[in-house]
């Protein structure tokens, strides 16, 4: 027996599958005293595991850099949202809990805007202008049409990185352009693992441009069950640096007097657009939370 690393590629049925840093697929199961310790793992940990032939045992996860709750995920390079500028039309309010779910958890997040032939004059620029200072860069592209890709490729390259976003915004188109080869990829790891036809609600990882996307299924109708956070205003980082503005301790950014918040929204530092959509994940994890305590 001996001792190798990886990573964990997905997990199905009580078996964690890791690729080992040595270029092996293992299939594994967990010492007992990891059990005992009900340490929850995820697509995309990294593990310490006893070797045997192809098999192993998991016996420790090696630090985690971050985790994504729903789905369940660890060790983001960089998340991408992914959202169509026509066809269908794109949410802000989803936009905003894409990249509140990425702020939550610390990962690093950008913005794809696919159709962009689709977009109604000033509809990008107006993207770029609300999110591109904040540190979340915008990548208009056509997917279908293989335009604007180059960008996107440079940043996802040797990294771990997620895509996510509503039907319809061409994501899959996207992911095709940028490794035609992907496809048997997945069908390769799906017949080696015994991966479903999306069927498995669990994250798994897909070797792309020499690191890994993340398949995400389900990942694309956010609801605040998978926002893990403590308040709204972890998840906009434009408000976080305001709080300590505010007259009051604790202020919730929405009706006190002095806010520094919402004298920053009046001023034009902060988008009309991103304040709504944080005081509806506001309103909607108090509800969250009322149901919690009745249940």
Do not use: W
């Amino acid at each position: 027996m001996s001792t190798a690393t990886g990573r964990i590629i997905k997990t199905y049925n009580g078996y964690y599958y890791v690729a080992g840093d040595d270029g092996q697929l293992y299939t594994c199961k967990v010492k007992g005293r990891m059990k005992q310790k009900r340490f929850i793992m995820a697509a995309g940990d990294r593990v310490e595991l006893e070797a045997r032939g192809t098999e192993g045992m998991i016996r420790e996860v090696l630090s985690r850099k971050n985790l994504l709750q729903r789905p369940l995920v660890a060790n983001l390079d960089c998340l991408m949202a992914v959202f169509a500028c026509g066809d269908p039309d794109p949410s802000f309010l989803l936009v905003d809990k894409l990249l509140a779910l990425a702020e939550a958890a610390g990962i690093p997040a950008a913005l794809v805007l696919n159709k962009k032939d689709l977009a109604p004059e000033g509809l990008v620029a107006q993207f770029q202008s609300i999110y591109e200072p904040l540190g979340y860069p915008v990548f208009p592209i056509q997917a279908r049409e293989g335009l604007g890709l180059e960008p996107i490729l440079e940043q996802v390259r040797g990294n771990t990185v997620a895509f996510g976003g509503p039907s319809g915004a061409g994501k899959s188109t996207l992911l095709n352009h940028l490794d035609p080869s992907l496809t048997l990829k997945t069908g390769h790891v799906s017949s080696k693992i015994g991966r479903g036809r999306h069927t498995t609600r669990f994250a798994e990882l897909l070797p792309f441009a020499g690191g890994y996307i993340v398949d995400t299924p389900g990942f694309g109708n956010i609801d605040l069950s998978e926002l893990q956070m403590e308040n709204a205003a972890a998840g906009f980082r434009e408000i976080q640096q305001r709080e300590n503005g505010c007259r009051f301790t604790g202020c919730t950014h929405t009706h006190e007097p002095d806010c520094e918040v919402k004298a920053a929204v009046a001023r034009g530092e902060i988008a009309s657009s991103r304040y709504a959509s944080y005081c509806t994940i506001r309103q909607e994890l108090a509800e969250q939370k009322k149901r919690g305590k009745k249940s």
